[in-house]
């Protein structure tokens, strides 16, 4: 699928066109009306062949319009994110003395209006600005920083026991 025309299909239409041109002159020429239903029978395999190439040209243009919208909204996207994703930078959020845990924390200077919040950063390095929420578990002794998008989990302060902790299924990222 190209967003070209095809030139067999275009030749396909321009047959089809002179079959049927050639039909009306005969029947302008001819008085005999078995010559006319003769000739009729003969192009119609032309011209119907030609409206099939012209039904599929056009459906192959139309998905090729839609194609080109796609990659648009998709170039535009990774515009936007460009500019979005340098409004953050990786911060530790651990509280354990010996702990790991990153994420990507909006910067102080970055002149935004929205209260403070942390991205996930397997979302961030995927170019999807997911917002990460703070749940607290085990009776206040467990901070964890949850992505709806992915799933991911980030556990800021106290030691989890997975088991006792049913989750429900995350929603599938996009
Ligand atoms: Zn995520």
């Known amino acids: 699928m190209s967003p ?3 030139l067999s299909a275009i030749s396909g239409i321009v047959g089809g066109l002179k079959a049927a041109s050639e039909l009306v002159q005969l029947a302008v020429n001819a008085h005999d009306v078995k010559v006319i239903r003769e000739k009729a029978i003969e ?15 056009l459906t192959d243009y139309a998905s090729a319009l839609d194609r080109i919208r796609e990659l648009e909204k998709e170039v535009n996207d990774l515009k936007a994110w460009g500019a979005e994703k340098e409004k953050y930078q990786l911060t530790e959020i651990s509280e354990h003395p010996q702990g790991s845990a990153l994420v990507f924390a909006l910067k102080d200077q970055a002149g935004s209006t929205e209260p403070k919040h942390r991205l996930c950063p397997n979302c961030y ?21 949850h992505c709806q998008r992915c799933g991911a989990e980030v556990n800021r302060s106290g030691i989890r026991y997975k088991e006792n902790v049913p989750r429900k299924p995350s929603r599938r990222p996009r």
């Open 4 to 6: 070209m025309l095809d």
């Open 125 to 145: 390095q995927d170019g999807r600005k997911s917002i990460l929420q703070e749940e607290v578990q085990s009776l206040g002794h467990v901070r964890i920083l």
């Open 43 to 57: 192009f119609q395999k032309d011209i119907i062949a030609a409206q099939t190439s012209a039904i599929s040209t």
